[in-house]
Structures are given as C-alpha cells and as structure tokens.
C-alpha cells in the first residue's frame, strides 16, 4: 500500500494514520472537523490536503451511526482501490450500506479491539494496536485484493488479524466490550452522589474497574444501538448474577447458621466463577494468560523517577512485561507495580534495593 485516505481523524483513524505514515504510507486525512484533520496532520499522521486521484485504501473511522454514509460518499466518488471501516459494530453498517444498493465488493468491514476511553486526534498513539486482535469481516463477495489491503493495514499496524463472521463478532463484542463498558458505567454512576470522605479513598480496584467509564457517551449510545440485542442477553445473565448475589448477602446477614452458610457458598460461587473467567483471559500479543509476579516499588512523584527505575530493572538484565502505577491520594508518592516473570523477582528486588528503592512486599 503506498497511499490511504483516512476518515474521521479521532482516537482511531489518526492512530492507524500515525502507524501509516510512520511506515513511510502517504496518508491523506479528512474530517467533518476540519480542525480535526489540521491537528491529526501536525501530529505527524498525514497530510491534510486531499488526494489527487484514487488512493489504495480507505479507512473510515467515523462514529457507528456515520459508517455507511461517509463509506457511500467515498464509494460514489470512487476515492480508492478498497474501503474499509473500523466500527465497533459489523453487522449493522454492512446491512445499512447492503440497503444503500452499493456494490460492496470493494468493501471490508473491520474492527481493531484497542482504543482508549479518550477521543479525538490528540488522543492518538502510532504503537495502539501493536499485539492486539484486529478483526477483519470480509464475505464470499469480498475481492481478494481488498482483503489483502486490509490485512496490510493491520500488519503495518502490527496488530494481530482475526477472521469473523459480522453477526459473530457483535455477539462476541457484546461478551468482551459493550457489556464491560456498561458495567464500568454503572459501578462508576454509584460515585456519583457519594459522600467526598468515600470518594477519597479511591484505589486502585476502582481505578481498574472504572477507567472506561470515562469514555465518550455519545459514541457509546452509537454502539449499543447497533447491537442491543445481544448486550442484553449478556446483561441479563449478570443480572441473574446480581439477584443470587443480593440474596447471597442478605442471608449472611440472618441470625440462622444454615442461611448464613449458604450465603458463603453463593458469594463463594460468584467469586470462583469470576476466577475462572479471568484466567481465560489472554495476555500479552494474544498469547495465553501470563502468571506475572508483582514487584511493587515505592516512588517520589518527581520528573524521572520512571525512567530511572526502568533503567535500574534492565540494568539487573530483568524484562519488565506490564507496568501499573497507584497514585497515593493526596500525597507526592506512589507504588510502581512492575509485572516480570516470576524467575525474575529475586534478582530484581534485591538488584532494585541496592541501588536504594523501597521495594514493597
Ligand atoms: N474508541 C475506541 O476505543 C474504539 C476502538 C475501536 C474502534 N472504535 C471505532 O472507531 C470509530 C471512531 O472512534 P474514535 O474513538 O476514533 O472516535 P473519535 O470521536 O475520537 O473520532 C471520530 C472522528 O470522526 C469525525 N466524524 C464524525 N462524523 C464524520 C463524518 N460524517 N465524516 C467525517 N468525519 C466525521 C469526528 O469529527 C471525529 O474526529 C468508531 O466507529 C468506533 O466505534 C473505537
Ligand atoms: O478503552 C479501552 O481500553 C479499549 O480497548 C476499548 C475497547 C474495548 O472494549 O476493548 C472499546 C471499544 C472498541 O470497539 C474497542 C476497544
């Protein structure tokens, strides 16, 4: 692929612009805003200008319930060799677009599963899809040349490309995203009203359960709307969940031995459960889960601590896999959790402690 016309120059489309262009891909950037494509350009993703003449793909990365609309126009005005889009949602854009009369040979429906709970073309990163499933949906019409174009995209995108079926991938999104978000949402909007001494001591728990709770509702109103159907039949599995846990609690509350037994064995049951479901979930470039062991550093919140620490863990020659890090409310510290494989622990903390870290156990 030697050019590309991307649509919609948020979160996504200036992402995937940023890998393109960082891989030497001349990429032409168009917004409704055109604010927007200025900013996604200065960023380095792309130029603003349009196109001369038809470019090799297209990539639109517009709100769900603009997909089909923004793909129509580039069609009928034949922008490209193939087009794509990046919607959360599958099913419902390629019916709008089968509606629309278009020929849709030319056309790929696709999904990457990463982004962020933050929008717009500041937001963007070139590495957001590096080792993440990206979701192509092609049908028996699909032109071989489209699907390759598109699996050139989430190779230079370094991604991971997962073949489905459209209607598949929204049941399945609706297990592994559009539930979580509204879960997220829901555990969050209990904040709310909350008393401020509550709210205070936040943690880290919270912090994960409820960082894309932060995301964009308008987008999210979108996205549930092309797929309520199976969301709902998630979320009335959790519900079911959520009675047998309410009366689970309530019966460790009664005075009765044999009630309160059986409310261990029903929080027991939810929790053992929730064990086994996330060990199911995949690590690291879709590898299977990882069993990392913490390493938790105490830091100063001073310019460069990260970066020294970092240094510190390679000098010890030890590969640090994930990172978290907890802010202490309120105070100029926090705890630098550092994921490395288990054979690393010794080494590192003793390696981290010689050089006058605080390592806490
Ligand atoms: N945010 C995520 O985590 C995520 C992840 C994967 C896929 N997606 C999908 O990617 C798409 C874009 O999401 P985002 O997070 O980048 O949103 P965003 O709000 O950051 O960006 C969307 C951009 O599209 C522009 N736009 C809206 N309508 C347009 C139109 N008709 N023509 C041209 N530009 C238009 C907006 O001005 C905006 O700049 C959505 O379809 C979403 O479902 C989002
Ligand atoms: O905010 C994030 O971390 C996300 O990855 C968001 C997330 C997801 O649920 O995984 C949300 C919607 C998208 O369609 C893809 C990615």
Not at 177 to 201: I, K, Y
Not at 221 to 242: C, E, F, R, T, Y
Not at 326 to 350: N, R
Request: hydrophobic residues 45%; aromatic residues 2%; negative net charge.
């Amino acid at each position: 692929m030697r050019t590309a016309l991307v649509i919609g120059t948020g979160l996504i489309g200036t992402s995937a612009a940023l890998a393109l262009a960082g891989r030497g891909v001349v990429v032409h950037l168009r917004d409704h805003d055109p604010e927007r494509a200025r900013t996604a350009a200065a960023i380095g993703a792309g130029t603003d200008e349009p196109p001369d003449g038809p470019v090799d793909l297209v990539i639109v990365a517009v709100p769900p319930a603009h997909v089909a609309t923004a793909l129509a126009d580039a069609m009928r005005a034949g922008s490209a060799r193939g087009y794509l889009d990046v919607a959360s949602v599958k099913g419902g854009p390629r019916r709008e677009l089968e509606a629309l009369g278009l020929d849709l040979t030319s056309y790929i429906g696709t999904h990457p599963m990463s982004g962020k709970e933050r929008s717009g073309p500041l937001a963007g990163s070139a590495d957001l899809f590096e080792g993440r499933p990206w979701v192509l949906t092609p049908t028996r019409d699909t032109d071989t040349e489209v699907l390759n174009l598109a699996l050139e995209l989430v190779a230079l995108c370094r991604a991971v490309p997962v073949v489905m079926d459209a209607d598949a991938h929204d049941r399945a999104v609706a297990l592994v995203s559009h539930t979580p978000q509204l879960l997220s949402s829901m555990v969050a909007a209990r904040l709310q009203e909350a008393d401020e001494t509550a709210v205070r001591l936040c943690g880290q728990g919270i912090r994960d359960v409820t960082r894309i709770a932060a995301s964009d509702p308008r987008m999210w109103v979108d996205i549930l709307s092309a797929n309520p159907g199976p969301v709902a039949d998630v979320l009335s599995g959790v519900a079911a969940d959520l009675d047998e846990t309410v009366r689970a609690l309530r019966a460790l509350q009664s005075a009765d031995e044999s009630k309160r037994q059986g409310g261990v064995e029903g929080i027991e049951d939810v929790l053992r459960r929730g064990n086994a479901g996330r060990a199911r979930v995949p690590g690291k470039h879709g590898a299977g889960p990882a069993a990392y062991e913490i390493v938790a550093v105490l830091i100063s919140d001073r310019p460069g601590e990260l970066a020294r620490i970092f240094a510190d863990a390679g000098r010890a020659g030890v590969n640090i896999e994930d990172v978290r890090i907890e802010h202490a409310t309120g105070q100029q510290a926090g705890l630098v959790q550092l994921m490395v494989e288990p054979s690393a622990v010794t080494i590192l903390t003793a390696s981290l402690r010689e050089r006058g870290w605080s390592i806490r156990q």
